[in-house]
């Protein structure tokens, strides 16, 4: 099933996530649902929040679309380790038409489970890790907006404000 992503300024995009104590089928279920809604928009990863789900679940895959899918659904992530540095474009599904540059990790280091409970780590580079760093945040209640500067995030925050009011004069 498709689920509707919540976007900014939504405030349940800021709230953290409860991790997964029991993995049930519904929850195997909303992780099977995340990774239909994240290839529908279509993004490279999905955190359950973006849902208003407020769970520790992602998905991800940077696969691209001309390639067989490599899907990852990581249930209670954790990074244990991060080296080096990148400075790439991200853009977010829950932050249509906006994108820029975000200072993270170049590798990372990531401990979760699989949808069956077995102990998963992912050694992560490149686009990858960018986009476990990206969907991590997203269960802390983090949007990667919050890490630019605050010149450049006051600038969003009106751009998006405007865009806002736009669409409810629009509506009217």
């Not at 509707?4 to 939504?10: D, E, G, K, Q």
């Not at 605050?150 to 969003?156: A, E």
Request: proline share 6%; glycine share 6%.
């Amino acid at each position: 099933m498709i689920h509707t992503i919540l976007t900014y300024p939504n405030p349940e995009l800021k709230k953290k996530s409860a991790p997964v104590t029991i993995i049930t089928d519904a929850v195997r279920e909303l992780a099977r649902d995340m990774a239909e809604t994240m290839y529908d928009a279509p993004g490279v990863g999905l955190a359950a929040p973006q849902i208003g789900v407020h769970q520790r679940i992602i998905v991800i895959d940077v696969s691209g679309r001309d390639e067989p899918n490599d899907l990852i659904i990581a249930i209670n992530p954790v990074i244990v380790h991060s080296e080096g540095e990148t400075y790439e474009e991200e853009g977010c599904l829950s932050v249509p038409n906006y994108a820029a540059n975000v200072r993270r990790h170049a590798s990372v280091v990531v401990k979760g489970l699989d949808p069956d409970g077995n102990e998963k780590t992912w050694h992560a580079e490149d686009l990858l890790a960018i986009a476990f760093q990206h969907e991590i945040d997203h269960l802390e209640g983090i949007l990667f907006v919050d890490h630019l500067s605050p010149l450049k995030r006051d600038l969003f925050q009106r751009k998006a404000r405007k865009a806002a009011e736009a669409a409810a004069a629009g509506e009217k």
